[in-house]
């Protein structure tokens, strides 16, 4: 039987420094068939002399590529303040690896209608990460997404994180939750997204998040893992072979 079932891919650059660059990036991807468009303007850097993201004013630009694009936004928010000010205009809201455990944002975003894409915490159990979840439900907001991005480990070599793609089979059976992969911040280098987003469709994922940039050596965060239009092609095109797949 052939499976109707499409995964979300979820595509776009790290973070981005003018209106130009990010319009550039969405308008190549909404060209792909690419619905839901990720772009981070309040980033979460390890470093605090590392650029931080347009912030406020990058919101603006996520808003006006949202109206003059017609595409979805998906965006981290950081803060509670954010959650109030930009909450209910973006279509999802990204809650990051380093924020799983901020218990009064996730009661925050609860209170929203807006999806929300929870980030599994670099060291967090399955069993957290899912309480994590609870949080937001029960301010009433049900509509959650887990998003695997890699765990810390002791074999990781030069690559970021290790991907656990257990997570997807174990979600599926345990939670009603749609799981989603992100093979960028889990390896942290380009040449491994494509494999990783292949192993996590066949895995059964409900969904990717990618970072993509149409000159990745030119990306301001987060350049060593983001890949080309050209390997975002190759993962679309075999999404569309392996749905159709009899499975
Ligand atoms: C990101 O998606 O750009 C990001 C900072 O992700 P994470 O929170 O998983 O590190
Ligand atoms: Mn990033």
Not at 127 to 146: F, H, P, R, V
Not at 173 to 201: C, Q, R, W
């Amino acid at each position: 039987m052939n499976s109707n079932k499409k995964q979300i891919i979820i595509a776009g650059p790290c973070t981005f420094g003018s209106y130009e660059e990010l319009y550039h990036i969405a308008e190549l991807l909404k060209q792909k068939g690419i619905e839901y468009f990720r772009a981070g303007t309040f980033k979460m850097r390890t470093n605090p002399n590392s650029f931080q993201g347009l912030r406020d004013e990058g919101m603006e630009m996520l808003l006006k590529i949202k109206k003059e694009l017609n595409l979805k936004i998906v965006t981290e928010l950081t803060s509670i303040e954010q959650v109030r000010k930009y909450g209910n205009k973006i279509d999802i809201i990204q809650i990051g690896t380093r924020n799983m455990y901020n218990y009064e944002l996730l009661k925050e975003v609860g209170k929203t209608k807006t999806t929300v894409m929870l980030k599994r915490a670099f060291s967090a159990t399955y069993d957290e990460w899912l309480q994590a979840a609870e949080y937001i439900k029960k301010g009433g907001n049900t509509s959650i997404i887990l998003c695997e991005r890699g765990v810390r480990n002791f074999i990781s070599g030069d690559t970021r994180n290790i991907l656990d793609l257990q997570t997807v089979p174990y979600m599926k059976k345990n939670t009603n939750y749609p799981i989603f992969v992100d093979p960028s911040h889990a390896s942290g280098l380009a040449y491994m997204v494509e494999p990783m987003s292949k192993a996590a469709l066949v895995a059964g994922a409900d969904g990717l998040l990618i970072e993509v940039h149409n000159e990745p050596e030119k990306s301001l965060c987060d350049a060593k893992q983001t890949i080309d239009m050209e390997t975002i092609d190759r993962i679309l095109e075999f999404q569309k072979i392996f749905n159709n797949i009899d499975k």
